[in-house]
């Protein structure tokens, strides 16, 4: 059925496919009835042995989606319906951003992949903070076992210079703060100027701590993880481990996209026509899951890990447990294998 849709989505420019994609589970999912009969196609069913803990937080299955897909929380009822076990929304910066031109999302079908040059599109920690306080409210008064836990992936503007990103990341941890349950820094996107240089030691290290000392601050601490590039050299991926134990970082997403182009089957014209980007997909999944190998064994297992890049099915989620995450977060396999993906890959696990 999917493969169907697909086609008729892939007809369309892939930014517009996908809210169209999300507006029509909008209309599916706005009743309880439309939401129940969604999960009942699509979701996994419940089971106790899917339940994973992490960071002190029980998750109904280990399955997420990833920053980048649900920018400004606008579609957590309907993700909710679709069975995921976490969402990460944003990435939030503290003023709303138009991001970079469009076309500036791109399939790659040959290689099952995405390139993407958003630039941190959104409404900014405001108005997301608020429509996140809103949904809140209304689960308050549901009686969900478990409920959907949040992720807050926060970024800086593309105006602000790289020596006051601080002040931006500490903003939208604030105002995010009282509304999701744990945060993801990110410094390692492609697509803002600059902003990959955040992930040299001395940067980082400014960042995290400044979080960390408001988060000591605050009546409940939120777990703090960073998202790091599957294009660090190893001494970079050993400046990483070593801030984390300084720091106490409460965990690693990796990772996110990639700036290399080898080996892909999309012939180099249309690669060139399409232009700068970040890489997602099956082409990542390898060199995600070897840092994820590597940083498992460097600090045997003392830093938790949420694995990301070319998940498609079980058997790739599985590969990224086996190297040492905990949970794993899809994106590009959600866009290529359609709205049952956590469904089949809590199956196989």
Known sequence: ???????????????????????????????QAGKKLVSAIVAPPPDNRLETRFLNMTFKNPVGLGAGFDKNARYLNE?????????????????????NPKPRLFRLPQDKALINRMGFNNEGADIIAERLQKWREKKATN???????????IGKNKVTPNEDAWKDYATC??????YVDY?????????????????????????????AMINNGKAVAKPILLKIAPDLTQSQIDDVIDLASEVKLDGLVISNTTIDRNGLNTPVAEQEKIGAGG?????????????IEYVHRQTRGSIPIIGSGGIFTGVDAREKMAAGASLVQVWTGFIYQGPDIVKQICKSL
């Open 183 to 211: 945060f993801v820094v990110n410094v390692s996107s492609p697509n803002t100027p600059g902003l990959r240089e955040l992930q040299e030691k001395e940067s980082l290290r400014k960042i995290i701590w400044n979080l």
């Open 143 to 153: 009686t969900d076992k478990q409920p959907l836990i949040i992720g807050g992936n």
């Open 1 to 31: 059925m999917y493969s169907l849709l697909r086609k008729l989505y892939f007809m369309f420019p892939a930014e517009q496919a996908h809210y169209m994609a999300m507006n029509q589970l909008s209309l599916l999912t706005a009743s």
């Open 173 to 178: 941890f604030n105002k995010l703060h009282h």
């Open 279 to 291: 890489l997602s997909g099956k082409p990542v999944r390898a060199k995600s899951t070897g840092i």
């Open 79 to 99: 993700l909710e319906a679709l069975g995921f076990g976490f969402v990460e929304i944003g990435t939030v910066t503290p003023l709303a951003q138009d991001g």
